[in-house]
């Protein structure tokens, strides 16, 4: 085949993005990306005129399936916040849908944290973190970046899930994301959350974040087991993050405005849902 994606899914990070690109790469009708997001769209310039054809050769080659009555997709969850990615998707597949997957920025921005934590790409403090001006809270203030996704392409070209509502009903938000896309609704696939989250429960295990180590183990082990290792390692030895009621009240202010665009735009609350603080909590 040689066509560019007819969908993709850009985000936001640490929303559920993994659970459904998986879900979507077994559907039948659906051929889905062979690696895990290319971030194909947001590594060229804006001011090149265009990319280069074998470059666009070697990202087609990430799409192996011979129907050809199947949508192509894949996931970058850095699209979301890149305005190179929407530029050059926008050129090369105007017709492209988007799927964007939002969660409560109070829990996005702890996993966010974690990951960086884990990764060992966490430069500031763990107060700093979860400042005003911190790169955290910045990844977390979407709504502009929704919008331009949605005045470049169109409203009924993207398409908005709460990672709430696919935790509380999956079958029934999938629904929607498979009529939304054009494919089979009579698809029951196994939901899995994957990626759990967490840090060291003491400075003594943070050679758990030691990435030379973690690529040895990956490559000593079955890649089927990676997960159900990653999982055990984490319910062992690693715990979640837990905000300050201080740092709740803090960001909720910081996110209100995001959040409230946010929830005008889907008719829903958002406020009342996300930045509602249990002070028993």
Known sequence: MNKLPDFFIVGASKAGTTAICNILATHPDICFSSVKEPNFFSSFDIALQEIPSNKLSEYKKLFRCEASDRLMGEGSVGYLNSNKALYWIHKYVPSAKIIIILRNPLERIV??????????????????????????????????????????????????????????????????????LGIGENFDPVITIKNKGGVPKSKLLNFLKFRPLIEIVKQIIPKSVHTQVDNFIKDKFFQKIKLTLKQKKELASIFYSDVQKIGDLLNRDLCQEWLTIDEKR
């Not at 990951?115 to 700093?128: A, F, H, I, P, S």
């Not at 996704?149 to 935790?167: A, L």
């Open 111 to 180: 996993s966010l944290y974690e990951m960086y934590d884990r990764l060992g790409k966490m430069k500031v403090t763990y107060q700093e973190a979860f400042s005003k001006n911190s790169y955290l809270v910045k990844q977390s203030i979407v709504y502009e970046s929704i919008i331009n996704y949605i005045n470049t392409f169109s409203r009924n070209q993207v398409f908005i899930m709460i990672y709430d509502d696919f935790r509380k009903q999956p079958q029934q938000e999938l629904n929607s994301l498979y009529q939304f």
